[in-house]
Antibody, heavy 120, light 107 residues
Framework: QVQLQESGPGLVKPSETLSLTCAVSGASIVSYYWAWIRQPPGKGLEWIGY???????RYNPSLQSRVTVSVDTSRSQLSLNLNSVTAADTAVYYC??????????????WGKGTTVTVSS | EIVLTQSPATLSLSPGERATLSCRASQSVSSFLAWYQQRPGQAPRLLIYDASNRATGIPARFSGSGSGTDFTLTISSLEPEDFAVYYCQQRNNWPETFGQGTKVEIK
């Protein structure tokens, strides 16, 4: 059973860097594409980007200049760094796995999410 | 960027009734569209992929249809656990995008 668990600081100050991790269990971290998605309070879902251990990645153009992701195979963890944060980055952040279904990969397993608040 | 517009924003129905949710794309996404369900306080769950295929473990009362720019998610008979927010998502063009969601609430 594939499980994903996000973790992070909860509170980040404006202009600083948000750093999150996603622990992966039940699946080989090098075998899949992975995603980060976020959801501001009371709003809809925003795709941040997808990436793979091989280096293949794409990000939302609106966030691309501030996003860095990585894969730690020794710890089976994914990481997300988002720099120069503002209050607009306050959201629940989810990691998810892409799985080949039909003609595309779709996000079939999601973590429970971690809440990040940007405030001084 | 492809914009997905979901309607209605809110659907007020009773258990046992049929729910019909719409997702319209600003340009063709072929059939590469998914539907997700999000219950309060939970992560989204994949319901439908490639517009009309149910994901593993999804009950048969959920069905999807459409192609190109117009898509529909139908719940044939609402169960109490189906009252939630539903999002469509396209995977035909980068960046992938979500609709703004339709809330199915108890009437």
């Amino acid at each position: 059973q594939v499980q994903l668990q996000e973790s992070g600081p909860g509170l980040v100050k404006p202009s600083e860097t948000l750093s999150l991790t996603c622990a992966v269990s039940g699946a080989s971290i090098v075998s899949y594409y992975w995603a980060w998605i976020r959801q501001p309070p009371g709003k809809g879902l925003e795709w941040i980007g997808y990436f793979r251990y091989s280096g293949d990645s794409r990000y939302n153009p609106s966030l691309q200049s501030r996003v860095t992701v990585s894969v730690d195979t020794s710890r089976s963890q994914l990481s997300l760094n988002l720099n120069s944060v503002t209050a607009a980055d306050t959201a629940v952040y989810y990691c998810a796995r892409y799985f080949q279904l039909g003609g595309r990969h779709y996000m079939d397993v999601w973590g429970k999410g971690t809440t990040v608040t940007v405030s001084s | 960027e492809i914009v997905l517009t979901q309607s209605p924003a809110t659907l007020s129905l009773s258990p046992g009734e049929r729910a019909t949710l719409s997702c319209r794309a600003s340009q063709s996404v072929s059939s590469f569209l998914a539907w997700y369900q999000q219950r309060p306080g939970q992560a989204p769950r994949l319901l439908i992929y490639d517009a009309s295929n149910r994901a593993t473990g999804i009950p048969a009362r959920f069905s999807g249809s459409g192609s190109g720019t117009d898509f529909t998610l139908t719940i044939s008979s609402l169960e109490p656990e189906d009252f939630a927010v539903y999002y469509c998502q396209q995977r035909n063009n980068w960046p992938e995008t979500f609709g703004q969601g339709t809330k199915v609430e108890i009437k």
